[in-house]
């Protein structure tokens, strides 16, 4: 895939914008309100269902089992450091393969190490080994670097596992974990662009959630390395603080008129299990953008 980078340019593209809204991932944790939560899903919604650190893989799959009985498409996250032994990876295979998953997202994961993988790598090469009876593998990427790993071994692990993924056979996709500047995400996919990484762009943004709601829920759950990070970015921390809702307009719309040449193609939303706010912010967009 070829891409081609021009100048910055601020202005919105209403028709990418729609498009990336219309098709966009919920993402859902397992937490007491999940139930609750997904009743304001739209129908045969696109969800994923992360890994908990205090709950088990087989938790996460349960879930995916429940939501794809409504009708939904489920993508289970499955955290490396969560995977308790190789017999552990051949039951997850077969999970996958009863349940009929096709999408599933691999990251390392913030829990104690369980078992034999220390990163998400080195459990993708173990599964992949399996040849599970699906067609895309998600993994996680990193626009505003992680507070423990350096940014060069960042960009290694992510062209590695790109490599797995392709050598395999699969499709594959990278879904960005929480940044909120829209010029930083740019400006590391084109970098990442230009060093090889040819995967499709999965924008990863936060739902239409209460501002001190998301900080206080990222920094007791630790999603993604969002505790380490909002420690180390007060800015970002006090905007978080700020009354209201957070808009994801603020990256989707700067972002929509440069998606085709960065390989941005669809929207990974962290809803932190606000999916009525989320929801109800998606069709406000959508009809604004079609007036």
Known sequence: MNFSFPSRDSRADKTVQSKLLKGMTYELIPLKNVHNQAAFLPEKSVMSVTCSPAKTIDDTLDLCEIFSAEGHVTIPHFAAR?????????????????????????????????????????????????????????IGSYPDGHA????????????????????AGYE????TQMCFDANKIAE???????????LP????????????????????????????FLKKNRSTALRLLSPG???PN??????????????????????????????????????????
């Not at 423990?148 to 050598?167: N, Y």
């Not at 943004?205 to 920094?219: E, Q």
């Not at 960065?262 to 009809?287: P, Q």
């Open 82 to 138: 969560m995977v308790e032994s190789e017999e552990h990876v051949d039951r997850i295979v077969r999970r996958i393969k009863e349940q009929g998953i096709q999408t599933i997202f691999i990251v390392g994961g913030d829990a104690d190490q369980r078992g034999p993988f220390y990163d998400a790598a080195s459990f993708l090469r173990s599964l992949l080994e399996r040849k599970p009876d699906i067609t895309t593998v998600g």
């Open 148 to 167: 423990d790993i350096p940014d060069s071994s960042l960009d290694e692990a992510l062209l590695e596992k790109q490599e797995l993924i392709l050598a």
């Open 172 to 175: 594959g996709y990278i879904a």
């Open 188 to 198: 590391w996919l084109e970098k990442r662009r230009k060093a090889g990484i040819t």
């Open 201 to 228: 762009c999965h924008l990863g943004v936060p739902g239409a959630v209460d501002t001190k709601k998301l900080l206080s829920i990222s920094l007791r759950l630790g999603i993604g390395h969002s505790t380490r």
């Open 245 to 247: 809702k957070y808009d």
């Open 250 to 291: 603020k990256l989707l719309a700067p972002l929509s008129n440069q998606a085709e040449e960065l390989g941005i193609s669809g929207v990974h939303c962290f809803t932190f299990n606000s999916v009525d706010t989320t929801e109800e912010w998606r069709k406000k967009a959508l009809k604004k953008l079609s007036s």
